[in-house]
């Protein structure tokens, strides 16, 4: 390996370094990089390595004012350990960095290195880079269902986006709303999934949840049912409409018109009056819901439901017009002139052309699913064929055959594995007799004296050009005949053409051209967003550019903004630290998914809904399976429990804060500290002097450098009584973690009255062992009882009941 080596002669040219070069890192006493880099833990090597041993001023240890220190990043472990300073004013600093280690590596090692240094997970740092953990980037953390014997006891950190929020299209936070729900807060729950979800109820049944697809527990045993848990708090949130579907507290004063009443204009309409501003949506059908009512069968979506969340949405001041037409009943441009703002969401309803000759005499799956949704569909013939493999002929064929018909067909050019429905779908429809013939297209309608009997197919060799384009190729000398008595297109959705030309909007293959990031269109004032500037996608997606819209309007940013979303978190969380995140204790055994209850085949209908709601204990259960992803490699430095329970702070080259801040999970590292930004110093203040400090470590042999768990405790003593106390715990989180509860319990007591078994429990209530490290609960108990008896016994020895003012630490 070959690298660049620059002797910086300030921090300031370091962290340039670091903010202009790829690749660069810093080195000084090089005790956790080298190690690194010779095992190739990381799958790039360091291009440039930044010598800061040649960097002057940053290595003393100096007294600051009113007997406070200041440490320099570059200072040694061993200086730290034998400075006459540290040792008469905060001894448990010194003891500390004694426990480091050797005496060859305390030499070597330094401060900032010390706080700084990399995860020891053993998938972390496995040699060749054979895990992509969390911690380096990757989806998944090794040691949550893995060799753990050393990890976390307190939950995971959140290192990045989990899998299954960056997988859906509206980014909903499921694992912090499954958390709420798991803590008993059904409340905090439903209305974090509003904040990005504004119809649940609809989504937990029509959903492809591309979440669960990704979700980490499959690579364990099975996903979580992250659908039917957004069901049942949909239908949770309908039946409690009147107060999660309530009226602003305040009008704004703005109007908006929103045109189209399906899933993307229905979503502006919610997020928009959340802030406040009159929404009229105007719709061209008789009733509300778009391709909700009209597209998706009541089998899959009742109508009922959507009845529920209009009624809900009207409660909160919607305003909705029916039977009102764009270009016909009313004009854009007087729209654009009478509103604030206008949002157009009018779907894709035209079926496009795929050069069938006389195909413009068959009716199209949409024009079908939408005459049964209004009553009036005809039954179709008893020999039907659906020609498309996507949900909309899913739907077609079930319906279909729901009404009759006796033999119904889906063709389709895909092979059954490049079919764009659903697998679930799919099996459904084959377990209701449904015949599906994939890899071929229609080539000929066959036509006897005039009437349709049937459909010459060709078989289609490949799908997609070489740019994934669909281009399909076929084969048109394999050929085979269906008979018909008629044939129903359902090869996809197009938008209405004509009307969008008279908007004067920018277009691109028919669809209105918007700003991928706030749904913005060519025309100020005018945003659209659904099927309109997509083509055909999911319901999930088009909820998302709605509420992008809507974010975007300049009168709404404040109102529907980041607070508005983060105010409907509330609830209580369950984990040990701000910081870190809990999961069941059940979640860690094998399990399988909640059983959703089905209607046998036999016995569906058109009117009755296929599936059930699952019960709340169901629910719990299934919450409970959720990993609540994140890291659980422990923070490994000796040091930082003792500056979090010194309340010492942190100088970077940009900022300075308190310990309790600094460390945190990161790909890569262990702190908060940004690209390019270094640690200056360590300040410990005056007062820190006062307190009687100890810190405990349990590792396996002295040589070793990372404490198995590490225990820091003080206690603040005055005229006889604790007033403070600090509790800190290392190695047993991915972060220090304080135990505010237990250091509670010892204020106002006196040093002779300290229950230390009672106040150990304290600190270690709410762990949550992983498979193999339940041990360590019961070390990170004696260790704080260890350093509390030591502390007290320390207190009434110096007769700290009489002498009415602090001590210092020994």
Known sequence: MSFSHIHARSLSEAAGILSSRSGAQVVAGGTDLLGTVKDRVH?????????????????????TGEGGLSIGALARLADLEAHPLVRERFPVLAEAAHTVASPQLRNMGTVGGNICQEPRCWYYRAPENTFFCTRKGGRYCNALAGENRFHSIYGSARVSVRPCTEACPGGVQIPEYLSLLRAGDTEGACRLLLARNPMPAVTGRVCPHFCEGECNRSLFDEAVSVRAVERFLGDHILDHSERF??????????????????????????????????????????????????????????????????????????????????????????????????????????????????????????SFLAAQAKGGASVPGPRLVVIGGGNVAVDVAVT??????????????????????????????????????????????????????????????????????????????????????????????????????????????????????????????????????????TVISALAAGRRAARAFPAAVEGIGAGAEAEAVGGNGASASPSLDSCAPAALAPSVPVCISTVPPEDRTLAQEDTATIAAEHAGYEVARCFNCGCVAVTCSDLAPVLVALDASIGTTTRELPASEFFAASVGGSTVLAPGELVERVKLPPRAAEWRCRYEKFRLRNTIDFPIVGAACALHVHEGVIDEARIVLGAAAPVPVRAHAAEASLVGLRPSEVDMAEVAAQALAGTIPLATNSYKVRIAGALVERALHKLCREAEAHGCADAGEGQRPR
Not at 51 to 62: A, C, Q, R
Not at 488 to 511: C, F, H, K
């Open 43 to 63: 799958d790039a090597m360091p291009e440039v390595l930044v010598n800061l041993k040649t960097v002057e001023g940053i290595d003393g240890i100096e007294e």
């Open 245 to 366: 579907l309530a009226p602003p507290a305040g009008e704004s004063g703005v109007s908006v018109a929103v045109v189209g009443s399906g899933p993307a204009g229905l979503s502006a309409a919610y997020y928009l009056r959340r802030a406040g501003h009159r929404v009229i949506v105007y719709e061209r059908e008789a009733e509300a819901g778009g391709m909700l009512r009209y597209g998706i069968p009541a089998y899959r979506l009742p109508k009922s439901v959507l009845e529920r969340l209009l009624t809900g949405y009207a409660h909160m001041g919607i305003e909705f017009r029916v039977g009102v037409e764009l270009g016909k009943d009313i004009d854009f441009d007087r729209l654009r002139r009478e509103t604030d703002g206008l949002f157009l969401a009018t779907g894709a309803w035209a079926t496009p052309r795929i050069g069938l000759q006389g195909e413009e005499e068959l009716r199209s799956g949409l």
């Open 400 to 537: 279909a055959k729901r009404l009759g018909s006796e033999r119904v067909t889906m063709v389709c050019v895909e092979s059954r594995e490049e079919m764009p429905a659903l697998p679930w779908e799919i099996e459904e429809a084959l377990a209701e007799g449904i015949d599906i013939l994939p890899s071929f297209g229609p080539a000929v309608l066959v036509k006897e004296k005039g009437r349709l009997t049937g459909v010459e197919l060709h078989r289609c060799t490949s799908v997609f050009d070489e740019t994934g384009a669909f281009c399909p190729v076929y084969a048109r000398e394999e050929r085979r005949t269906l008979e018909a008595d008629e044939i129903i297109l359902a090869v996809g959705q197009r938008s209405e053409v004509d009307l969008l030309e008279r908007t004067g909007l920018s277009l691109e293959n028919g669809l209105v051209c918007v700003e991928e990031s706030t749904q913005a269109t060519s025309s100020a004032g005018v945003y659209a967003g659904g099927d309109l500037t997509t083509g055909p996608a």
